[in-house]
T-cell receptor, first 114, second 118 residues
Framework: SQELEQSPQSLIVQEGKNLTINCTSSKTLYGLYWYKQKYGEGLIFLMMLQKGGEEKSHEKITAKLDEKKQQSSLHITASQPSHAGIYLCGAALFSGGGADGLTFGKGTHLIIQP | GAVVSQHPSWVICKSGTSVKIECRSLDFQATTMFWYRQFPKQSLMLMATSNEGSKATYEQGVEKDKFLINHASLTLSTLTVTSAHPEDSSFYIC??????????????FGNGTRLTVT
């Protein structure tokens, strides 16, 4: 079974609306990383969460890690066309953190409709 | 900010030939680099962990003799796809961990290499 479940797989949102992407792990997370990718291109680092209950924001994107450190959500407020792309959550599933490599979810393909 | 350069960005090769992909950390030293593979509309799958000065660690199911990894310096890791076949066609992407940062610091990714084997 997939160690990291990401939902939804795809999302079409009208410009200006809010949206949430979820990432759930079957194991305790030693670090949770959110990246954005345009298909066939590299990954752009968005945010990293490490502590239970932690929440970080950057511009209109907010990411949270739950207290049990097994689920994270990415919330975009007032979506814009520039938010379109593939969002990937990557998890550090071992105590070495990101230095042990990341396990990625399958990604969420976000489409913003004007 | 930290930059990882990956080269080439795309390559087309004939079946049976070998292809080398380079991953460089431009402004930091990377003791560890990671190689991922991504199929269309799929997630990134970790292939191997490249450690400077030692043998790479391969994930289960990844043939080490097919995907040769060399990490000869703190800023360069190479992935060579040997005797490439059409099923090796994929998007390969590397990432690097800055040795000067804590373990849970962000990993920086290259822009990927699209390999097409004809």
């Amino acid at each position: 079974s997939q160690e990291l479940e990401q939902s939804p797989q795809s999302l079409i949102v009208q410009e200006g609306k809010n949206l949430t992407i979820n990432c759930t792990s079957s194991k305790t997370l030693y670090g949770l990383y959110w990246y954005k990718q345009k298909y066939g291109e590299g990954l752009i680092f968005l945010m990293m969460l490490q502590k239970g209950g932690e929440e970080k924001s950057h511009e209109k994107i907010t990411a949270k890690l739950d207290e049990k450190k097994q689920q994270s959500s990415l919330h975009i407020t007032a979506s814009q066309p520039s938010h379109a792309g593939i969002y990937l959550c990557g998890a550090a599933l071992f105590s070495g953190g990101g230095a042990d490599g990341l396990t990625f979810g399958k990604g969420t393909h976000l489409i913003i409709q004007p | 900010g930290a930059v990882v350069s990956q080269h080439p960005s795309w390559v087309i090769c004939k079946s049976g030939t070998s292809v080398k992909i380079e991953c460089r950390s431009l402004d930091f030293q990377a003791t560890t680099m990671f190689w991922y593979r991504q199929f269309p509309k799929q997630s990134l799958m970790l292939m191997a962990t490249s450690n400077e000065g030692s043998k790479a660690t391969y994930e289960q199911g990844v043939e080490k003799d097919k995907f040769l990894i060399n990490h000869a310096s703190l800023t360069l890791s190479t992935l060579t796809v040997t005797s490439a076949h059409p099923e090796d066609s994929s998007f390969y992407i590397c990432s690097a961990a800055d040795r000067g940062r804590p373990l849970n610091s962000p990993l920086h990714f290259g822009n990927g290499t699209r390999l097409t084997v004809t």
